[in-house]
Nanobody, 126 residues
C-alpha cells in the first residue's frame, strides 16, 4: 500500500501561484510514477501532469503546459506541483496518484493509477 497526502491548496486570485505537495508513505517511493489530476464540480476527473519514477520524464495536459511544473524529491518521498499564472478555470480539487513504475498503460487515465490521495481544494477567483 502507498498512502498519499496532498497539501498546499487554497484560495488565490487569478494570476497568482500555488505549490501543492504530495507526501507518500508505505512503499519505496522511487518505485512509483506519480500523477496529478483534478476534478471540478460536475466534471470528470481530468489528467494534469505525470512524472516518471526517476523524474526524468514529465507529461503535461495542454491546458496547463507552460504554467504548471511537476517535480519530485525521492529522498523526501514527495512530489510537488508548482502552479503559476492561475486561472479561474483551474479551480478544482487536485489529487495526486501513484502507480508502479512497471505500469505502461496510458498515464492520462485515472484508472491506471493504484493509489490516490484525499485531494486538496484549489480555488482561483477572477
Amino acid at each position: 500500500q502507498v498512502q498519499l497526502v496532498e497539501s498546499g491548496g487554497g484560495l488565490v486570485q487569478a494570476g497568482e501561484s500555488l505549490r501543492l505537495s504530495c507526501a507518500a508513505s508505505g512503499r519505496t517511493f522511487s518505485d512509483y510514477a506519480m500523477g496529478w489530476f483534478r476534478q471540478a464540480p460536475g466534471k470528470e476527473r481530468e489528467f494534469v501532469v505525470h512524472i516518471s519514477w526517476r523524474g526524468r520524464s514529465t507529461y503535461y495536459a495542454d491546458s496547463v503546459k507552460g504554467r504548471f511544473t511537476i517535480s519530485r524529491e525521492n529522498a523526501k518521498n514527495t512530489v510537488y506541483l508548482r502552479m503559476d499564472s492561475l486561472k479561474p478555470e483551474d479551480t478544482a480539487v487536485y489529487y495526486c496518484a501513484a502507480r508502479h513504475r512497471s505500469v505502461t498503460s496510458s498515464y492520462t487515465v485515472p484508472g491506471n493509477y493504484n493509489y490516490w490521495g484525499q485531494g486538496t481544494q484549489v480555488t482561483v477567483s477572477s
